[in-house]
């Protein structure tokens, strides 16, 4: 095994690993990796890569042991805020940055249901309207999906996707309160509980705990107020800081749960909507993790049958044999781990990890169909590896930038899903009943999908220890807000297809746009997706039913 940077584990420690409620990511609107600006390394999705591993790892614990083994909105209507046109416009913090890309910042409340608490500052950035004398549209606000994920940063690394749009909308962006330099939330280092906690399911409880206090240590007082809801009520802030009469709105992924609170909260103030790659606006974290196997089951089997008619598939024609020498792959791996020279271990859930991060993009393919020929021929996981798999652990907030903690995506991911699910637990099921209902639960999810299904398990556990969430986004229902245009993808491995019809159902006035295609999110890989979608944002057309966009179109 080549040599890497990946974590030392000590043996008889392998472990499962999972996001909480891993569903979408910031793949960017083009499904493909798009680059990160200063390292030219393939920017993996934040869900795919960002995993409650503590969570996952407590929860292979308590299954062990179970087996016998070893703030919600008030009225709805936004605090006060800033007077149009109080955004002051400058350089941008950070390099590098798009042509012509401004930064700035706006005040809002920290808690909008109880102004006197304070203010924090959300920033933002804009790239203005390259040809704004034809009709300029005014700002189109963009979100790149996360939870944890940074707009600034997003948009500074791929305008290229907007072209067309930014010739008319100044596009906009931000970090989500709790992200980037909106306030950072940290744990101060890893989630991870450790090798050193008793196997004993009350002692994993009681690490994660311990994991849940110290991320409300280390991230201040923003911490209880980072979830959806609040950072909706930021747009409506930012949106009268624009001077904009209505919210024109761009989300991929997370950004589209963040879309459907603000239409919901904000039904008057919204303009033109687009939502792609839609999340789930009521599932409970355990089917929300029961479904994301499904998704991901379901696209690693799109991407057998497509490695079937390669040549050099490592599988060969046969799509059932083809997913059984996976499925035996992974726990092959899990049994008996390849040891680096440095020591390090490459385990069966490390090649769910990088097979995952593939299936967000059909570009990524190839390099999936030869990494696995290379892991099965030559029992070398080095091309696994460089498809985006775990590369080690969180830094300590101490080596990353001075103003984001190196740890703010994944505390993010974790604080804004937890914060948006009312069932989280308050530590008061016993861990006898914990283990019984892992236990129960287990079946299922491994008849979903043997290589998913275990990791996605451990996001029963995410939000173990953290106070209860609003029940707020779980109760939109037909909320009045105008039409607006959703897309779906049919081999989408991380927002099944099924969220996009059950969405469209609780907003009641969406068109769907069902594309065919493969890979997470369809405006950037699709031509006939971003066809609809810029037609709606532009001008305004909107056809009536759903739209179908064949693949590869």
């Not at 035996?328 to 390090?344: K, M, Q, T, Y």
């Not at 993009?361 to 996981?381: F, G, I, T």
Request: hydrophobic share 35%.
């Amino acid at each position: 095994m080549h040599r890497s940077h990946r974590r030392t584990r000590t043996p008889g420690r392998t472990r499962a690993r999972t996001g909480a409620a891993v569903r979408t990511g910031i793949a960017g609107p083009a499904g493909a990796p798009a680059r990160y600006p200063t390292t030219g390394r393939p920017r993996t999705p934040v869900r795919a890569r960002l995993r409650v591993r503590g969570a996952a790892a407590v929860c292979a614990v308590v299954l062990a042991s179970a087996l016998g083994a070893g703030p919600g909105p008030g009225s709805g209507s936004a605090a006060p805020s800033p007077a149009a046109g109080s955004i002051r416009w400058g350089d941008c913090p950070e390099k590098p940055v798009a042509d012509g890309m401004t930064c700035g910042s706006v005040t809002v409340p920290l808690d909008h249901d109880d102004p006197a608490k304070g203010t924090i500052r959300v920033a933002l950035a804009r790239i203005p309207a390259t040809a704004p004398g034809r009709h300029p549209l005014g700002s189109l606000l963009l979100n790149f999906g996360g939870p944890g994920g940074r707009g600034t940063t997003s948009l500074a690394a791929d305008t290229a996707t907007f072209a067309k749009l930014g010739e008319r909308y100044d596009l906009v962006t931000f970090d989500p309160r709790g992200v980037g330099l909106s306030e950072p939330v940290s744990c101060g280092g890893s989630q991870e509980v450790g090798d050193r906690v008793p196997a004993d399911a009350a002692s994993q409880l009681a690490a994660l705990r311990a994991v849940a206090r110290r991320c409300a240590l280390h991230s201040g007082p923003v911490f209880p107020y980072v979830g959806t809801v609040q950072v909706a009520r930021d747009l409506e802030v930012i949106r009268r800081a624009l001077g904009e009469r209505k919210l024109n709105y761009l989300g991929f992924s997370y950004g589209t749960r963040l879309g459907a609170v603000y239409a919901a909260l904000f039904p008057r103030r919204t303009g033109r909507m687009v939502l792609d790659g839609v999340d789930t606006l009521g599932e409970p974290l355990a089917e929300q993790a029961l479904a994301s196997a499904r998704g991901r089951q379901r696209a690693l089997e799109r991407f057998l049958t497509w490695c079937a008619h390669r040549q050099t598939c490592v599988y060969g024609t046969n799509t059932r044999t083809a997913k059984e020498r996976v499925d035996d792959l992974v726990a092959r791996l899990d049994r008996d781990p390849l040891i680096g020279d440095d020591g390090s271990w490459f385990t069966g859930q490390d090649a769910v990890d990088a097979i995952a991060t593939a299936l967000y993009a059909q570009v990524a393919w190839p390099a999936l169909a030869d990494a696995l020929a290379l892991a099965e021929r030559r029992h070398d996981p080095v091309g696994l590896m460089q498809l985006g798999g775990p590369t080690g652990p969180v830094p300590d907030a101490g080596d990353g930038p001075a103003t984001v903690p190196a740890d703010n995506a994944e505390a993010a991911l974790t604080a804004v899903n937890c914060a948006d699910d009312p069932d989280r637990s308050e530590d008061r099921a016993a861990p006898a009943a914990i283990e019984r209902e892992i236990r129960d639960l287990e079946p299922e999810f491994r008849a979903v999908s043997e290589v998913f299904g275990p990791g996605q398990l451990g996001t029963v556990l995410a939000c173990y220890g953290r106070p209860a969430g609003t029940d707020f986004i779980r109760r939109i229902d037909h909320p009045g807000a105008p039409r607006m245009l959703l897309v779906g993808t049919r081999g989408d491995p991380a927002t099944p297809y099924e969220w996009t019809e059950e969405t469209a159902r609780r907003l009641g006035s969406a068109v769907i746009v069902d594309h065919k295609g493969d890979g997470h999110t369809g405006y950037g890989t699709s031509a006939c997706v971003r066809g609809y979608a810029d037609a709606f944002l532009t001008e305004g057309r909107l056809p009536h039913g759903t739209r179908a966009c064949p693949a590869g179109e």
